[in-house]
């Protein structure tokens, strides 16, 4: 019951283009290297990004580069993009109460109200955050000015 790795290593590869794709050519094997990840992993990425809007590939020799700017870019378009069932798969409830006993019967009512309000708090929270939060809190760890 946690975010998936893919949403970070999303994050990861849009940083990236944000800092050096406007001077240079990125690639699936520039990223891979960077994030560490299967090239395989990257180009999959990359696509459901650009399905959502987020990047652009060129044809050719390749190269990727963001198609918004940062501050448009939310932490839950990018979750969204990569892990469409994201927040239905947050929380789980187990898959085989008892239809016998009262509790296994009403388990998923008892906790579809708690669960839900707790998806609705992490959408709220991934929609308030942007890549334009992720750029500025990289360049204050590297000691730089946005």
Same mark, same amino acid.
């Given at each position: ?8 290593? &999303? ?41 959502? =809007?987020?990047?652009?590939? &060129? ?25 469409? =069932? ?6 789980? #409830?187990?898959?085989?109460?008892? &239809? ?33 939060? #992720? ?5 204050? &760890?590297?000691?730089?000015? =946005?």
């Amino acid at each position: 019951m946690r975010i998936n790795t893919k949403c970070s290593v &999303a994050v990861h590869c849009l940083l990236f283009l944000h800092e050096y794709g406007e001077t240079q050519r990125v690639t699936s094997g520039i990223l891979a290297l960077s994030t560490g990840c299967n090239p395989v992993v990257i180009r999959n990425l990359i696509s459901a990004l650009k399905k959502a =809007g987020i990047v652009e590939v &060129a044809g050719g020799k390749g190269g990727t580069r963001l198609c918004r700017s940062p501050e448009e870019i939310t932490l839950y378009q990018i979750y969204k993009a990569v892990d469409p =069932g994201c927040l239905d798969d947050l929380v789980g #409830i187990h898959p085989l109460p008892s &239809a016998l006993c009262p509790i296994g019967r009403n388990i998923r009512t008892v906790l579809a109200v708690p669960y839900g309000k707790l998806q609705a708090d992490v959408r709220k929270s991934l929609e308030s955050s942007t890549l334009a939060d #992720i750029v500025a809190e990289y360049r204050s &760890a590297q000691g730089q000015e =946005g």
